[in-house]
């Protein structure tokens, strides 16, 4: 699988816990018709993990078991992975990768909300300031498919919608012959 065989693009959705992920990528599958892959759900539902992280509170991800899953999915283009991290893919796996950003004190409203305990809250909030998701994005994937996006109001989220339909109809433009 490589980049020119998809005549339709696979979009990675990435940022902190809280930044709109999910909220922007359901709306983004509503208007383009691509399917929506949240893979913390494929990993607990496939069993793609190596147990239970009782002290981070999180399951432990087997990439290899990950990559396989996605692999298969992704082989046809027109898919929208909604992931907090985005270093676990392959590069041939995505067109475009998208990267919410959030305001720190929306962000830690938004995990205080969630229910998140105070030490969860903290670890993603300062996450979120140590730009670790962008950092991650940027030694992961060419500069010329990454969108960072700001994430803290609606308006911005009906604005990003745009910006990313853009970017999918003028990578279907390019790949059609
Ligand atoms: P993630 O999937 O990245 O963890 P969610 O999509 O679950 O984030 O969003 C977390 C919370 O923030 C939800 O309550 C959602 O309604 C809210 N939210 C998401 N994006 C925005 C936005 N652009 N502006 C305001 N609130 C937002
Ligand atoms: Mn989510």
Redesign the pocket.
Known sequence: MSISDRKIPNVLIT???????????ELLATVTGFQHIVVGDLVKQKELHDGYDEEFDTYILNEDKLNDELEDMLVEGGKIV?F?SCEVFPERFFDIVVL?Q?DNS?LYK?LA??GYSQKKITENVECEIMQVVMEEVYDSYKEEIIIRLP????E??EQ?ISVIQEKIESYIQAHSA
Do not use: E, F, W, Y
């Open positions: 940022g902190t816990p809280g930044t709109g992920k999910t909220t922007l990528s909604d907090h919410l959030t929306k938004r909300a969630r994430s803290d109001t609606v911005q989220m990003n």
